[in-house]
């Protein structure tokens, strides 16, 4: 059972758009930044997102990521069957990492 | 280029014991915080444990405390992960990675290796 809580699973067709919550406490995502993991099928995590809504270089602006609280989420526009995969937020709480349980996106 | 390169890995009986070494180039390894980050078959990740630059400060899971150390040598650029009193729940991918932390913000992992397969098992 992870701190940081996020839906199993989550789809939608090509070309839509689709949002994945992690929520968590005041300890964790409520007093420090949230980054979101990208992990494609048989591959390592990949950074997505870091410091609540800033992308790497590379990364397109389809990703977004926001916080609210004790709660972040990370948006992807226009889908792609490339996007199928899972995806984790992280966050930091009193010296400690901490991932989300994952979630799986299937692309219809 | 950053490359985060693992090894180490393999089939360990309970109770047994397992070095990991994760080689890092393309970057200035001495600068850097890192971690190792481990996913069982088929589950989600779960960070393992942190190390500083210098290695003055660890930190641990709770469920490897006691059990697993981390440690690095900056001459070789080099990470490592010892694990002792291995249990069948320890079973999974070891992922060695590079811990950004900017001022202001809070860390987050930017760089990955493609990591190393243990397996405990009688």
């Known amino acids: 059972q992870s701190v940081l809580t996020q839906p199993p699973s989550v789809s939608a067709a090509p070309g839509q758009k689709v949002t994945i919550s992690c929520s968590g406490s005041?300890?964790?995502?409520?007093?420090?930044?949230v980054s979101w993991y990208q992990q494609l099928p048989g591959t390592a995590p990949k950074l997505l997102i870091y410091?609540?809504?800033k992308r790497p270089s590379g990364i397109p602006d389809r990703f977004s990521g926001s916080k609210s609280g004790t709660s972040a989420t990370l948006g992807i526009t226009g889908l792609q069957t490339g996007d199928e995969a899972d995806y984790y937020c992280?966050?930091?709480?009193?010296?400690?990492?901490?991932f989300g349980g994952g979630t799986k996106l299937t692309v219809l | 280029e950053v490359q985060l390169v693992e090894s180490g890995g393999g089939l360990v009986q309970p109770g047994g014991s397992l070095r990991l070494s994760c080689a890092a180039s393309?970057?200035?390894?001495?600068?850097?915080?890192m971690s190792w980050v481990r996913q069982a078959p088929g589950k989600g990740l779960e960070w393992v444990a942190n190390?500083?630059?210098?290695?003055?400060?660890?930190y641990y899971v709770d469920s490897v405390k006691g059990r697993f150390t981390i440690s690095r040598d900056n001459a070789k650029n080099s990470l490592y992960l010892q694990m002792n009193s291995l249990r069948a729940e320890d079973t999974a991918v070891y992922y060695c990675?590079?811990?950004?932390?900017?001022?202001?913000?809070?860390?987050?992992?930017?760089?990955w290796g493609q990591g190393t397969l243990v397996t405990v098992s009688s």
């Open positions: 990675a590079h811990l950004e932390w900017l001022l202001f913000g809070s860390p987050y992992f930017d760089y």
């Open positions: 393309g970057f200035t390894f001495s600068s850097y915080w």
């Open positions: 190390i500083k630059q210098d290695g003055s400060e660890k």
């Open positions: 005041s300890s964790n995502i409520g007093n420090n930044y």
């Open positions: 410091d609540n809504n």
């Open positions: 992280g966050t930091w709480d009193s010296s400690l990492s901490l």
